[in-house]
T-cell receptor, first 116, second 116 residues
Framework: DTGVSQDPRHKITKRGQNVTFRCDPI?????LYWYRQTLGQGPEFLTY????????KSRLLSDRFSAERPKGSFSTLEIQRTEQGDSAMYLC??????????????FGPGTRLTVL | AQSVTQPDIHITVSEGASLELRCNYS??????LFWYVQSPGQGLQLLLK??????LVQGIKGFEAEFKRSQSSFNLRKPSVHWSDAAEYFC??????????????FGKGTHLIIQP
């Protein structure tokens, strides 16, 4: 069990550019979640996948955001036409999906995005 | 909608003293509740969780939390803190949509400072 990994750890981009982040969940975990955390706040839920199906999206996930999990393993989160307000830590988490609401979500170290 | 309130933004405790971090939730039914800790440069780590049964829950690193339905609270406690406990602590509740259990709704966090 190598834990949840995220790549890159840091990303600096200019406003208007597109960025893509990758998350590798714990092996055999069915559920994968994306959160966003801004300075001084708790993480905010963005979206989650059950295997390859995206089951829920927060209203925080604007049309510029898209997430995929094509083979039910790793996931990508893309932000198009980045804005300064997108600067945040993007966290990925995974869970087994076996225990429903009481499942433990295991978090990765996050990708810190800075939009200049 | 579910929500979590952590009334204390910062708490300062002397090393060796006891600790209590407050968490209040808003949810109609029995909630699934979690406490996570986030150290600088580290991912979120689960301390403990409550989903049913005994209302006093034991976690890692000597932490415990008590679920009190009448007060809608899930306060985190530790009898004697160590300097290594300095971190950001987040209380969270499972979020439900029409499709079932989704992600977590987090509080804004409590920043714990340990005085020598």
């Amino acid at each position: 069990d190598t834990g949840v990994s995220q790549d890159p750890r840091h990303k600096i981009t200019k406003r208007g550019q597109n960025v893509t982040f990758r998350c590798d969940p714990i092996s055999e975990h069915n559920r994968l979640y994306w959160y966003r955390q801004t300075l001084g706040q708790g993480p905010e839920f963005l979206t989650y996948f059950q295997n390859e199906a995206q089951l829920e999206k927060s209203r925080l996930l604007s049309d510029r955001f898209s997430a995929e999990r094509p083979k039910g393993s790793f996931s990508t989160l893309e932000i198009q036409r980045t804005e300064q307000g997108d600067s945040a830590m993007y966290l990925c988490a995974s869970s087994s999906g076996l225990a429903g609401g009481s499942d433990t979500q295991y978090f990765g170290p996050g990708t810190r995005l800075t939009v200049l | 909608a579910q929500s979590v309130t952590q009334p204390d933004i910062h708490i300062t405790v002397s090393e060796g003293a006891s600790l209590e971090l407050r968490c209040n939730y808003s949810y109609g039914a029995t909630p699934y509740l979690f406490w996570y800790v986030q150290s600088p440069g580290q991912g979120l780590q689960l301390l403990l969780k409550y989903f049913s049964g005994d209302t006093l829950v034991q976690g890692i690193k000597g932490f415990e939390a008590e679920f009190k339905r009448s007060q809608s609270s899930f306060n985190l406690r530790k009898p004697s803190v160590h300097w290594s406990d300095a971190a950001e602590y987040f209380c969270a509740v499972v979020h439900y949509s029409g499709g079932g259990a989704d992600g977590l709704t987090f509080g804004k966090g409590t920043h714990l400072i340990i005085q020598p």
